[in-house]
């Protein structure tokens, strides 16, 4: 069965400093794998994914992640935050045999001036 | 959320009522999905339809159905609502293929008291 792991419900970093938001998976065969984010009433946005090739993949507003095969992680990055940043961040995985989307239980990020 | 519609925003109930829930795209997507939003869980299947005429349950279907209506209209029904549907009801589309991405509308809160 798939799964996703956030490990931590809250980050908390300071405008200007570099943020990383953490997500495991676990899934048979190759894994899919999606970050979004959701600002307060709204619904989610998608950032970027990864599918295959490079395992550094590039995204929307200066976001960035990281595929890891070997310890079957996906963290989100971002060289510099924002205060405008600070919301709820999803990932998801879903299989190469296209099984629904998994979401994990989200990250809240606060980014403090 | 461009391209994905839902109706209404807000909905308080009474334990017991029924009401629909209804989803539009303009976007031409085959899948349609419907999520609950649930504090610290992320986002839960509840239906999908992989395309006009095909409906499937997903994690937590007990309590609702779904119609698809055409090729743009997705709509969820409570039959005989309960306080543990309390919730943020969330549409997405696409996300058909393995690598396909999924766009979100803007959600509705319901209230059930």
């Known amino acids: 069965a798939q799964s996703v792991a956030q490990p931590e419900d809250q980050v908390n970093v300071a405008e200007g400093n570099p943020l990383t938001v953490k997500c495991t998976y676990s899934v048979s065969g190759n894994p899919y794998l999606f970050w979004y984010v959701q600002y307060p009433n709204r619904g989610l946005q998608f950032l970027l994914k990864?599918?295959?090739?490079?395992?550094l993949v590039k995204g929307s507003y200066g976001f960035e992640a990281e595929f890891n095969k070997s310890q079957t992680s996906f963290h989100l990055k971002k060289p510099s935050a924002l205060v405008s940043d600070s919301a709820l961040y999803f990932c998801a995985v879903r299989g190469y045999y296209g099984q629904n989307f998994v979401f994990g239980p989200g990250t809240r990020l606060s980014v403090l001036p | 959320n461009a391209g994905v519609t839902q109706t209404p925003k807000f909905q308080v109930l009474k334990t017991g009522q029924s009401m629909t829930l209804q989803c539009a795209q303009d976007?031409?997507?085959?899948?349609m999905y419907w999520y609950r939003q649930d504090p610290g869980m992320g986002l839960r299947l509840i239906y999908y339809s992989a395309s006009e005429g095909t409906t499937d349950k997903g994690e937590v279907p007990n309590g609702y159905n779904v119609s698809r209506l055409n090729k743009r209209e997705f709509s969820l029904r409570l039959e005989s609502a309960a306080p543990s549907q309390t919730s943020v009801y969330f549409c997405?589309?696409?996300?058909?293929?393995?690598?396909?991405?999924?766009?979100f509308g803007p959600g509705t809160r319901l209230l059930v008291l």
């Open positions: 976007m031409n997507h085959n899948s």
């Open positions: 990864y599918i295959t090739g490079d395992n």
């Open positions: 997405a589309i696409g996300g058909g293929g393995a690598t396909e991405t999924q766009y």
